[in-house]
């Protein structure tokens, strides 16, 4: 048997243990919110003539992406905090977003002057608007990693 300090941090893991072995490390709280296993809401239910019980402590991969199953990647979390997460996530993507003036893209006025430029000029800009949202999403460490939203 081995405990989790013993596994290397950057071992890519199962979604399995990724899971049970982020919540150990946490000792069964969350590690935003300081919730312990106890405190938090249990439901007991069957599926398929199987028993489980579902425990709101979830194990939630700080840069998002799903397939990063690496524990320096996992952090524990409440149910609720695990939402507040991926809600500021949300969030600073729309602002960084509003930012950039990507919102405005869409509107009529916008693609009226963009479509009115002559073409080389339309062309450059969109060139130089690419550039943009690809320095920032390489800022961020998004770039490359799907869309965004």
């Known amino acids: 048997m081995f ?46 003539g199987k028993n489980y019980t579902r425990i709101f402590l979830q194990a939630h991969h700080k840069d998002e992406d799903k397939k990063n199953h690496r524990l320096s990647n996992g952090i524990c979390l409440c149910i609720t905090c695990h939402n507040k997460e991926h809600q500021e996530r949300k969030n600073e993507g729309l602002r960084e977003r509003n930012r950039l003036g990507q919102a405005s893209r869409a509107s009529k006025a916008g693609w009226k002057k963009i479509n ?29 990693k799907g869309r965004v939203i």
């Open 3 to 48: 405990t989790v300090l013993e596994i290397d941090n950057d071992r890519l893991l199962t979604k399995e243990e990724f899971s049970v072995l982020v919540k150990i490390r946490a000792k069964y709280s969350c590690e935003k919110c300081g919730k312990t296993l106890e405190e938090l809401k249990t439901i007991e239910y069957s599926k398929f």
């Open 116 to 144: 009115s430029m002559p073409e080389e000029e339309r062309k450059k800009w969109l060139k130089d608007r690419a550039a943009k949202i690809r320095e920032s999403r390489i800022k961020n460490g998004t770039y490359g």
